[in-house]
């Protein structure tokens, strides 16, 4: 018996660690009108609907830990989403959709291992972030854009290619007791792995002085090649074919 999703009048919706999960999203998911929760964590999906961008109450969406490489277009026409976890996906820079910056009413973005390598200057229009979680990709440097978020409370950049901060990083206040600011396992050029050593108020004091601005500077120019990638993805979960999942 098919549901008509229409008569279903709820604001939360879950499945997680289904096997038997379609890997689209149905188009009909549209008719949660009501929806403000969609959690659908842990599944196989690889495909959404266009038309989940019409769940116009929509404030917490989960879809950590599919198989997700793209994003459909006008996925940034959620005006009240807060929350949006796309942790461990194959998502990168080139998987999000034009709009996808528009979500300027979003608190939290976890993009956590997936496979950037660049994240885009336009994460600067999401001025209403407090957490912002990358680690576990590729990145090879942050825009200066990152600076404009300064209601940030919690940074996760750890586990990527990064070698260098960029001086307006030192706009935001993360070092506090009740911030977080992770950044290990990224092969930092030795001045800034010093201040590492230190502590994060020591970097965040070292990337706002002058003489950090004029070294970066400097190897911004050099356009030096950036450091190999070090860890293999391809055993990842979300890369296996489907028949070898469970295997």
């Known amino acids: 018996r098919t549901v008509n999703l229409l008569q279903?009048?709820?604001i939360f919706f879950a499945v997680t660690h289904c096997e038997n999960f379609p890997t689209a999203v149905p188009a009909n998911i549209a008719d949660l009108r009501n929806i403000e929760v969609l959690n659908f964590f842990n599944n196989q999906i690889e495909e959404l609907p266009t038309q989940i961008s019409s769940l116009q109450k929509l404030k917490h969406l989960n879809l950590g830990m599919n198989r997700l490489n793209t994003l459909p277009r006008g996925f940034g026409s959620l005006p009240a989403l807060e929350v949006l976890d796309l942790t461990y996906n194959n998502?990168?820079?080139n998987s999000l959709p034009g709009n996808f910056f528009y979500l300027t009413t979003l608190r939290a973005l976890y993009l956590s291992d997936n496979d950037f390598e660049i994240l885009p200057p336009d994460i600067g229009k999401l001025t209403k972030l407090q957490i912002l979680s990358l680690?576990?990709?590729d990145l090879i440097s942050l825009p200066k854009e990152i600076g404009e978020l300064t209601q940030l409370k919690e940074l996760h950049i750890q586990g990527n290619r990064l070698t260098?901060?960029?001086?307006e990083l030192g706009n935001l206040?993360?070092?506090g007791q009740k911030q977080v600011f992770k950044a290990e396992n990224n092969p930092w050029v030795t001045p800034i792995a010093d201040q590492f050593q230190l502590g994060v108020s020591h970097v965040f004091e070292y990337i706002r002085s002058e003489t950090y601005k004029y070294l970066y500077g400097r190897h911004m120019?050099?356009?030096p090649e950036p450091p190999k990638k070090n860890n293999d993805k391809s055993k990842k979960i979300s890369r296996k074919p489907l028949a070898a999942k469970n295997k």
Request: negative net charge; glycine residues 0%.
């Open 173 to 175: 206040d993360l070092t």
């Open 8 to 10: 279903l009048n709820f």
């Open 221 to 223: 120019q050099a356009n």
């Open 164 to 167: 260098v901060l960029p001086p």
């Open 135 to 137: 680690r576990d990709n």
């Open 91 to 93: 998502l990168n820079e």
